[in-house]
C-alpha cells in the first residue's frame, strides 16, 4: 500500500468547514472529510514547526528534553525506514526551515526531494529592493532592532514574492502541482510514501485576489501588516496594542483567504488522485503542525498569538483526516484522544515497518479499524521551557516553570554552550552520548481551561477549580513518568 501524508503548515481547525460551522471556504478538504475518518480529538505534542516534523518523522517526543534542532542520531527516521522496507520516498515542500543552519537531518532520508523556493524568510532572491511597499516595511517596524527577529525579513520576503502575480506563482500552487505530477510519473511503483507539505497558510498572509479581499468584508490597506511578530511577547503586546481593528480583522481575513487558496490547489492533487485511480491502493493522511491563533481573546492576553505558551486549545487541537483504503471512513467521527506521535506510529503501521510505536507513539489503526474507541487518558504537550500542558476529555492544564526551575537541554548538538554543560546517558533507552545544557525557563501564570465546549477565549477556572487543579496535577505527574521525562521536570514545574 502507498501512503500519501499532507502536511499544511498552521491550519486551524475552527477554519475548517468539516470541524466548525464558519463562513471559511474548503471545499476540498471538505470533500475529504467524507471520504475519509475524522479525529476530533488531535492535538499537538511539541510546538513550533520542527520539533513537530521530528516527531512525525521519527515519533519521539521533543519538547520535555529540547527544542528546535536536528534529527538526533539515535532518531529513527520514517523514510529511513520506509526505504529500507521496499519504498520510493518523495518530499514534496516549500518549508524552507529544512534547509536551514540547525535544522539537519529531515530531507536527506527521502529518495527524492523537490524544493520550492521563497516562502517566508527563505533566503532566496539576493536581487536589490528598491520599491518596497509599505506592507513589508510594517514587518520590519514591528521588529525592533534589539529583537532576536530583526532580520529585514519583510525585505526579504517581498524580494521573494515580488514577482508573483497570479496564484498559480504562489508556492501552494506550486507544492500542489508537483506532488501531482509527481503522483503521475511515479504511479508504477510498487509501493511509495509521498510527503506532501504546504508551509502555508503559515504567515505571512499574503495571498493574491481573490482571496485578498474574500472576507475582508471591504477593509484593506497596503500598509497593513501580513506578519505580526510573536517570538517576543512585548513585541507582540505592542503590535497588537498599536494595531486599529480593522486591521486585526484583515489579518484574520488574510489568513482566512489564505486557508481557502490552500484548499483549492489541494483539490487539484485530489482530481489527480481520481484520474490515477490512486484511491483505491493509497491511505491518505491530512494534518498540520499546529493552528495559529490571531488574538482571539483580544487585549485580555494580547501575547496570546501563533502558537505560544499557554497553547490553548485553539492552537493545540489540530485537524487530523485519514483515509485509509481498507477500512474507509466515509466522514466516520473518532473522539479518542490523539496526538502528532500517533500520526508517525500510524505511518509506520501502514508501510509495514517493525515495531512502528517507537518510544511515544501509538498506531491509530486499532482506532481506523473499529477495534477500539479509546486510544489515550490523557495527553502531554507544550514548546520546550515553557511549562507543560496537560488534557484529558474534560479539562486542561497548563503547568507553567516556577521561578529558578532546572532545565536542561539534552541533544548531540550543542545548541547553546555553557561552562556547566556535561556530557553522559540521560535520555532512557538510548546508548549514545549526550550533552546536558542548562537552559532558562519561561514563567508564565497557570491556566485550568474546561473543554466542555470550545471557544476562542476561554476562561482561566485556575483559582476557582482547586479540585480539578489537584486532579489535574496528579495526572500531569503519571504522564510525566510514563514517558520518562528528565528526573528535574517535576521540580522546574513545582510539583517535587
Not at 487518558?377 to 516553570?401: A, P
Not at 485556575?462 to 500531569?476: D, W
Request: net charge negative; proline share 7%.
Amino acid at each position: 500500500m502507498n501512503v500519501i501524508t499532507v502536511l499544511l503548515d498552521s491550519l486551524n481547525f475552527h477554519a475548517l468547514q468539516a470541524y466548525q460551522d464558519t463562513h471559511v471556504q474548503t471545499p476540498n478538504l471538505s470533500r475529504f472529510a467524507e471520504r475519509a475518518t475524522v479525529f476530533d480529538n488531535h492535538f499537538i505534542s511539541s510546538a513550533p514547526c520542527m520539533p513537530t516534523r521530528r516527531e512525525l518523522f521519527t515519533g519521539r517526543q521533543e519538547f520535555l528534553w529540547r527544542g528546535w534542532g536536528h534529527v538526533e542520531p539515535w532518531d529513527r527516521h520514517l523514510a529511513a525506514e520506509a526505504g529500507a522496507n521496499g519504498c520510493v520516498t518523495q518530499m514534496v515542500t516549500d518549508h524552507y526551515h529544512y534547509w536551514e543552519d540547525k535544522a539537519h537531518g529531515y530531507f536527506e532520508p527521502f529518495h527524492g526531494v523537490e524544493f520550492v523556493r521563497g516562502s517566508e524568510g527563505d533566503m532566496w532572491d539576493t536581487a536589490p529592493v528598491d520599491d518596497e511597499p509599505g506592507w513589508a516595511r510594517a514587518i520590519n517596524r514591528a521588529r525592533s532592532s534589539r529583537s532576536r527577529n530583526f532580520d529585514g525579513r519583510g525585505t526579504q520576503y517581498y524580494a521573494n514574492a515580488r514577482n508573483w502575480e497570479i496564484e498559480e506563482e504562489f508556492p501552494a500552487a506550486q507544492v500542489m502541482c508537483r506532488a501531482a505530477d509527481w503522483l503521475e510519473a511515479n504511479r508504477e511503483h510498487e509501493r511509495f510514501l509521498l510527503w506532501v507539505e504546504s508551509f502555508d497558510p503559515h504567515e505571512p498572509f499574503h495571498v493574491p485576489e481573490p482571496y485578498r479581499s474574500l472576507y475582508t468584508g471591504g477593509i484593506d490597506s497596503p500598509d497593513f501588516n501580513p506578519w505580526p511578530p510573536y517570538q517576543d511577547p512585548e513585541e507582540t503586546r505592542r503590535f497588537v496594542r498599536n494595531a486599529s481593528s480593522d486591521e486585526l480583522a484583515w489579518i484574520r481575513a488574510q489568513y482566512e483567504g489564505n486557508v481557502t487558496m490552500v484548499d483549492a490547489w489541494l483539490g487539484r492533487l485530489w482530481n489527480r488522485m481520481d484520474e490515477l485511480g490512486l484511491w483505491e491502493n493509497t491511505a491518505v493522511i491530512v494534518t498540520t503542525d499546529h493552528g495559529h491563533d490571531l488574538c482571539y481573546n483580544g487585549l485580555e492576553n494580547p501575547t496570546i498569538w501563533a502558537k505560544d505558551f499557554p497553547h490553548p486549545e485553539s492552537h493545540a487541537r489540530i485537524p487530523l483526516m485519514v483515509w485509509h483504503p481498507q477500512h474507509p471512513g466515509n466522514g466516520r467521527r473518532i473522539k479518542a484522544l490523539t496526538n502528532a506521535l500517533d500520526v508517525n506510529a500510524t505511518m509506520g503501521d501502514m508501510l509495514d515497518i517493525e515495531d512502528p510505536d517507537g518510544p511515544h507513539g501509538r498506531s491509530l489503526m486499532p482506532l481506523l479499524r473499529g477495534e477500539t474507541d479509546r486510544h489515550r487518558d490523557l495527553l502531554l504537550y507544550g514548546r520546550f521551557g515553557d511549562g507543560v500542558v496537560v488534557s484529558d476529555e474534560n479539562w486542561t492544564l497548563t503547568q507553567s516553570s516556577r521561578p529558578g526551575g532546572p532545565l536542561y537541554w539534552y541533544s548531540t548538538t550543542g545548541m547553546n554552550t555553557s561552562a556547566d554543560m556535561t556530557s553522559g546517558h540521560f535520555i532512557p533507552g538510548v546508548d549514545v552520548p549526550q550533552w546536558r545544557v542548562p537552559a532558562q525557563a519561561q514563567v508564565c501564570p497557570n491556566y485550568l481551561w474546561s473543554r466542555e465546549e470550545f471557544t476562542l477565549r476561554p476562561r482561566n477556572l485556575y483559582e476557582q477549580e482547586p479540585a480539578q487543579v489537584h486532579r489535574m496535577q496528579e495526572m500531569l505527574r503519571a504522564g510525566l513518568a510514563q514517558c520518562q521525562a528528565p528526573p528535574e521536570t517535576l521540580a522546574r514545574l513545582g510539583l517535587d
